[in-house]
């Protein structure tokens, strides 16, 4: 008899396991196949074998390409050796674009510098020159810096009276740590059942931090444009010496999730000025973190249109002059899970709305920053291993004020 409960135990158990896996069965609309605004999908602040990481950066850049990213942004700790040695360039259609994260005081900073007069500028000076351009003591142009990990449980960030350009919402390995540290049981849970089904435990830990989320959100209620992306940088967080395997690789990172870069116009040609392009999209908050390991990202957009006809998406600014403006949100029609938009306001959620027929519209409430997040519902198939609402897209603001 025991054996007995014990197989149906088991049975059961199993086919919780193994019952949510990616569905896109059903084919994408034509008229969904051509983006309403050119973008590029890209992975920031990957680490290498040059410091803290590990893998080099052409066999990093072609298992992203396998991804369907269209560019990297390496940045290793304290070092630029990838610059030295000419890795920045073009792989089979891939751009791989070489920055630093650096070390300063408060934390440490994704430094934007490969397109500045800084190009050939020692790690130690541009972790200065950095730090300074946070504070406000200096000023490059077109320099631009990002808060690493600003929550990270092993190296947080210390100072946040001043804002930086930008700051990671969505850090990999900051957010492994924190669940290992602050919830040991579930971590192991997630662990034990990454083997099984890596698609289930990706989906368990979806979870950004609400602190970042938070900060972001306060810094761009007092200001604008503070730019929020995902990083893609991690360590081996579960390493098995006996079986030489490592959780998490560099392959799941890639395919979990990315930054989506909205452009102005289609890519250019050169790989330099399209570096410049993709940058200046990026510190102008024209762009989106989306978890592309539940679905492609093509299908979606958040936009404000106004009665005079005019269209604005994340990063842009809505003249106050402007009224009857109503927001939009779309998500892909093959989209196979149940959807929700949350709209935030200067931080504070303002509409709740259940996506139909893969759009949803909704009323502004006066001046002020306004974002959206998509959230989907995948679910086991006893509800047991998942049943919470999973982040799918999360938009940069559009500010419906002039600066």
């Known amino acids: 008899m025991k054996h007995w409960i014990l197989s ?29 605004v050119p973008f590029v999908s890209g992975l920031i602040n990957v680490h290498t074998q040059f410091s803290d990481g590990y893998g080099n ?17 390496f940045a290793d700790l304290a070092s630029t050796e990838g610059r030295r040695l000419g890795l920045e360039k073009s792989y089979e259609g891939l751009d791989a674009f070489i920055e630093i994260e650096s070390k300063t005081p408060s934390g440490n900073l994704l430094t934007f510098f490969s397109h500045t007069q800084l190009a050939n500028k020692p790690p130690k000076e541009l972790a200065r ?23 990270h449980i092993k190296k947080p960030w210390t ?11 969505f850090n990999w390995d900051a957010l492994l740590w924190r669940k290992l540290q602050s919830n040991p049981v579930d971590f192991m849970g997630i ?26 959100d306060n810094m761009n209620t007092l200001g604008s444009r503070h730019f929020g992306i995902l990083s893609s940088q991690f360590e ?8 030489q395997a490592s959780w998490p690789t560099h392959e799941e990172i890639f395919g979990l999730g990315s930054n989506i870069v909205f452009l102005n116009s289609p890519p250019e040609s050169d790989f330099q000025l399209r570096k410049k392009q993709i940058y200046r999209s990026i510190r102008d908050a024209h762009l989106a973190v989306a978890y592309q390991a539940i679905h492609p990202f093509l299908g979606n957009d958040f936009q404000i249109v106004c009665s005079s006809g005019q269209v604005f998406r994340s990063g842009d600014f809505i003249p106050e002059q402007l009224t009857d403006c109503k927001g939009q949100v779309s998500v892909p029609e093959d989209l196979p899970y149940s959807s929700k938009a949350l709209v935030y306001k200067d931080g504070d959620v303002l509409h709740e709305l259940a996506i139909q027929n893969a759009q949803a519209t909704f009323d502004l409430a006066g001046r002020g920053q306004y974002r959206v997040e998509i959230l989907v519902r995948p679910h086991s198939v006893f509800w047991i291993l998942l049943r919470k609402w999973i982040p799918y ?11």
């Open 393 to 403: 897209v999360i938009y940069n603001p559009i500010f419906y004020r002039n600066t």
């Open 8 to 36: 149906l135990f088991l049975f059961f158990f199993l086919v919780e396991v193994f019952s949510l896996f990616p569905n896109r069965s059903k084919p994408l609309p034509e008229a969904l196949k051509v983006p309403k």
């Open 129 to 151: 020159i950095a730090y300074q351009h946070f504070l406000g003591e200096t000023s490059i142009p077109e320099l631009f810096v990002s808060i690493s990990h600003p929550s």
């Open 236 to 243: 081996r967080v579960v390493h098995l010496p006996l079986v």
């Open 57 to 73: 950066i052409p066999e990093l850049a072609l298992k992203a390409k396998k991804y369907g990213h269209s560019f990297v942004i």
């Open 191 to 216: 662990s034990l059942m990454y083997p099984l089904n890596p698609f289930m435990a990706s989906l368990r830990a979806l979870n950004p931090y609400p602190k970042d989320i938070g900060m972001w």
């Open 159 to 169: 100072q946040l009276e001043r804002f930086p350009d930008g700051l990671e919402i």
